[in-house]
């Protein structure tokens, strides 16, 4: 290792002195440049695309734990726990509907083992309760009502199944799990999610179980092919927290991990925001007053969809088997807070100048405002900075502002700061580093008629699809 170093230093000294590029740092930069080029090359899917257009989307946290109390499960609940006694899938959806969510994943079994559906493959499930007097099944209803409504229907289903006598025994367990995952994905119609947590334990023969995760996949692919694997799976990244907060640089280009994806290098795995809108996962009574602030669910909206992620919040229904008032309440009021923002694109009639614009028109400067995703700006020449400026027409006032890459063509951009004119010079007002399909930013309040976005530095050539800006009610 040494030698090769001496060698490595001698050979750099030689260059130097006689007045060539340095070899390494052109070397090095000829690795950053492949490394770049490969993050660029990676796509997300169309099913990615769908699934990230979706922006917000619903966990209902449903079973047995809603009747004992705990938010998990041993496995030795009795059935006849489980007795909503008001069920009504419909009202979810409206709930879900009237608040901007576009899909529901079903919690179909929790790490307790109790099936929300009739399996065929243990009687530890709805049909050894008294609701609809054994006869009953949430997924059906759950997944009809999400149709019904317009609504995407995806599942979680618990490798972990503290309940069933195999677990432990891998081969026998992974059998069953597979069943399982057959029944709801060929009874209920088109998945659009399958949720799996890594959570893993020992079954009553005292061994670790080993999930067969590749055999698992491989029954999604072939039952549901459009359906996106999240979590512990190829398509949808856990962010990393429960508090539905992404980091401020989130990039939907990530190395591959050999344990979900096997294989290596980049894949496009974007990140998912999973927090619940009470302090629990199931419902509890006591959390009833502890519903989650307008002013924190806004925050975390702004910190999931506004950094290029997809929230996923968890609505925990009662033991009626509705989502409660409390939490349905507090979703009007996020609607009505969103709405309020983001109804109106101040900048929809600006006329917008580019520094350079390819030779296409196309990928002309004014579609950034025509609110149609499919099209994009993208400068001359492949260049990696650019301007875009935005004549308002009249002086406007926000307070907020939207950017969003095509990501069909990959995420690009690494830093961009907002500037507005003062009628002197420009003025920043906001800087920020990654985009991806969507970043919102907050700031005071800014009043002018023209405004810039600088893109400072990308990957390859920046192709913005779309631009906002928005004034947030600055009162309560
Ligand atoms: C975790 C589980 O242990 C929690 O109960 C909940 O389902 C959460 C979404 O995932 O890993």
Known sequence: MKSLLLIRSGWLLVCLAAGLANPLATATATAQNQDTAAAVAVKPTPEQIAWQKMEFIAFTHFGVNTFTD????????????????????????????????????????????FCLWPSRYTEHSVKNSPWRNGKGDVVREVADACREGGLKFGVYLSPWDRH??????????????????????????????????????????????????????????????????????????????????????EWSVQPANPAVQFRTGLVWWPAECDVSIRPGWFYHSSQDNQVKSLADLLDIYYKSVGRNSVLLLNLPPDRRGLINENDARRLVELRHALDQTFT????????VTASSTQDDKDHGAGTVVDANQTTYWTPADNGREATLDMDLGRSVTFNRSMVQEYIPQGQRIEEYTWAYWDGQGWQPFAKDTTVGYKKLDRFPEVTTRKVRLSILKSRAAPMIGELGLYQAPTSP
């Not at 509907?97 to 919690?107: E, H, P, Y």
């Not at 432990?168 to 029944?183: A, I, M, T, V």
Request: with cysteine; proline share 6%; aromatic share 10%.
């Open 70 to 113: 705990r938010e998990w499960g041993d496995g030795k609940e009795d059935p006849k726990l489980f007795n909503p006694t008001a069920f009504d899938a419909h009202q979810w959806v409206k709930v879900c509907r009237d608040a901007g969510i576009r899909m529901i994943i079903l919690t179909a079994k929790h790490h307790d083992g």
């Open 164 to 249: 069933e006598p195999g677990y432990g025994d891998s081969p026998r367990y992974n059998e069953h799990f597979k069943n399982q995952l057959r029944e709801l994905l060929t009874n209920y119609g088109p998945i659009t999610e399958v949720w799996f947590d890594g959570a893993c334990g020992e079954g009553p023969n005292g061994k670790k179980q080993v999930y067969d995760w590749a055999g698992f996949y491989a029954v999604v692919r072939e039952l549901q092919p459009r359906a996106l694997i999240a979590i512990s799976g190829p398509d949808i990244r856990w962010v990393g927290n429960e508090s539905g907060v992404a980091r401020e640089t």
């Open 344 to 351: 109106v694109n101040l900048a929809s009639d600006a006329r």
